[in-house]
């Protein structure tokens, strides 16, 4: 079981931590444990007794009515209220106490609600890329742990790899061509998956090599292919050095290729990137960037 602090709880739900302190007194909303020094301290079930409860006040639900309901009534109104054709927070939050919970039930239904709503591709947009972000917050403050982890990342991996199959080969030789990677110390793979399906989608055809690639296969497949573009992840706590090491390398191999990065990492650089090297903040931008280079 994973231990929050109070700030923790507060990057992770969006509820201040004043207001959290508040519901504690006022309507006992969760009980936190306290350190030999009177620090607060919370579990798991507080973070998504939390995470519900935001869900509900979100939509209207005051603060004393939903301390009168019990955990099921919680979840029931929950799975009335969140609606998949808009309410992306509410389903992304969802997603985080079915990855918390390892219930693979609650993940199915939540994913497969918004995807018959609105599609596979908006689905991607919408709920699992900025899912996927909030897993890498959460893996950067240790809320999730390894199994919690491979357990939802494998569920949405196996979603991906289907819909990547279904789109119908590249054929085109005027096709624009991108690599996909992930440098030798990267194993989270989502969001380059995420990547692939919508180059594929939109024309682009898609070398992908995955996790944990050497450089030098790096170099090799890239003089093979000769690509316009090559993309890549940083979501693993690494030195910032060992990053700007590792992308002044890429800029000096590959000076005449688009270089598109995108993670946590990454955006946390974004001042100490060089003029080479292109963030991507999101799926949408990945796609209008591929899209903008059709032609």
């Known amino acids: 079981m994973s231990t929050y602090s109070i700030k923790d709880l507060e990057r992770l739900t969006g509820i201040k931590a004043h207001t959290i ?9 969760v009980d936190p444990c306290r350190t030999e020094s009177n620090i607060r301290w919370y579990n798991d079930e507080d973070l998504k007794k939390l995470l519900n409860i935001s869900i509900l006040n979100r939509h209207g639900y005051k603060i004393s009515r939903i301390a009168t309901l019990s955990l099921q009534q919680i979840n029931q109104r929950i799975m009335e209220v969140v609606k998949p054709e808009s309410d992306y927070l509410s389903q992304i939050e969802s997603l985080v106490v079915a990855m918390i919970e390892l219930c693979e039930n609650r993940f199915e239904r939540i994913l497969n609600q918004s995807i018959i709503k609105i599609g596979f591709e908006e689905t991607l947009y919408y709920v699992v890329y900025p899912f996927f972000e909030k897993i890498g917050l959460l893996w950067q403050t240790g809320a999730i742990n390894p199994a919690q982890e491979h357990f939802i990342s494998n569920l949405i991996r196996m979603k991906l790899f289907v819909a990547i199959d279904s789109l119908p080969a590249v054929t085109n030789s005027d096709a624009k061509k991108i690599i996909l990677f992930l440098p030798e110390w990267e194993l989270h793979e989502i969001g380059l998956l995420t990547y692939y399906y919508i180059a594929k989608k939109h024309g682009v055809k898609v070398y992908y090599l995955g996790q944990n690639v050497p450089f030098e296969d790096l170099i090799s497949v890239a003089q093979s292919v000769e690509p316009e573009m090559l993309a890549t992840y940083f979501v693993s706590a690494v030195s910032s050095d060992k990053v700007q090491h590792y992308l002044k390398e890429i800029v000096r191999s590959f000076p005449d290729l ?28 990945f796609k209008s960037f591929v899209k903008a280079h059709q032609d």
């Open 258 to 285: 688009h270089i598109l990065i995108s993670g946590m990492q990454a955006i946390a650089m974004e001042a100490e990137l060089a003029e080479d090297i292109k963030l991507i903040r999101s799926a949408n931008e």
């Open 21 to 29: 302190r508040i519901w504690e007194k006022r309507y006992g909303i």
